[in-house]
């Protein structure tokens, strides 16, 4: 059982940044990938970026390309998303999740892929 928690939510101004951790525990990643995800109230959860674990490979969706950029620390079992560049429209609670994948498989993308998810942490731009 992989436990993930989120933290490095917050209020920012627009076009400030915000960078988001996730600890993962519980589990051996190496197979796993990790993924970030956002939910806006009244809209559905939508995927922002992923990485797996044990290339360091990554994906991310078209409306954050440029602004936004995943990492990880292998040694402290931990996923970063730094986000630039913030607007409005990037208000949301943000949600990391993890599942295991195979490497002949794309990066998941939807959340019904994901297996384990964090409690999320609150994001607010502000104009």
């Known amino acids: 059982q992989v436990r993930l928690v989120e933290s490095g939510g917050g209020w920012v101004q627009a076009g400030g940044s915000l960078r988001l951790s996730c600890a993962a525990s519980?589990?051996?990643?190496?197979?796993?990938?990790m993924g970030w995800f956002r939910q806006a109230p009244g809209k559905e959860r939508e995927f922002v970026s992923a990485i797996r674990w044990r290339t360091g490979s990554t994906r991310y969706a078209d409306s954050v390309k440029g602004r936004v950029t995943i990492s990880k620390d292998s040694a402290k079992n931990t996923v970063y998303l730094q986000m630039n560049s913030l607007q409005p429209e990037d208000t949301a609670g943000y949600y990391c999740?993890?599942?295991?994948?195979?490497?002949?498989?794309?990066?998941?993308?939807?959340?019904?892929?994901?297996?384990?998810w964090g409690q999320g942490t609150q994001v607010t731009v502000s104009t």
């Open positions: 999740a993890a599942t295991a994948v195979a490497l002949t498989r794309i990066i998941p993308a939807t959340r019904e892929e994901y297996d384990y």
């Open positions: 519980g589990g051996t990643l190496s197979s796993y990938a």
